[in-house]
Nanobody, 121 residues
Framework: QVQLVESGGGLVQAGGSLRLSCAAS????????GAWYRQAPGKQRELVAD???????TYADSVKGRFTISRDNAKNALYLQMNSLKPEDTAVYSC???????????????WGQGIRVTVSS
């Protein structure tokens, strides 16, 4: 079992920045895929950004140029740097990963519990 712990959320003024972290427990071989999702009140969950094992990234149009997804396998962590935040970014953010605990092993799919981001006007 792989557990994910998110941190770095909170309250920030419009135009500010936050960095979300998603740390995987225990020793792993690699995070071969990672993504951040968010869900705002009254809205459906949406994909914000993802990163492949090769480092290719994709972003929702609404966050392009403002958000950056990255990972650090030495720390078993996935990150989302959020700059120029807008009130529309207010949501609960959740990380999603596919993790290899060992080389050649089966991938584990894990979700974080979600962390709140509130951007004030």
């Amino acid at each position: 079992q792989v557990q994910l712990v998110e941190s770095g959320g909170g309250l920030v003024q419009a135009g500010g920045s936050l960095r979300l972290s998603c740390a995987a427990s225990g020793s792993i071989f690699s995070i071969n895929f990672g993504a951040w999702y968010r869900q705002a009140p009254g809205k459906q969950r949406e994909l914000v950004a993802d990163i492949t094992s090769g480092g290719t990234t994709t972003y929702a149009d609404s966050v392009k140029g403002r958000f950056t997804i990255s990972r650090d396998n030495a720390k078993n962590a996935l990150y989302l740097q959020m700059n120029s935040l807008k009130p529309e970014d207010t949501a609960v953010y959740s990380c999603y990963t596919r993790i290899l605990k060992s080389k050649g092993g089966l991938p584990f799919v894990s979700w974080g519990q979600g962390i709140r981001v509130t951007v004030s006007s």
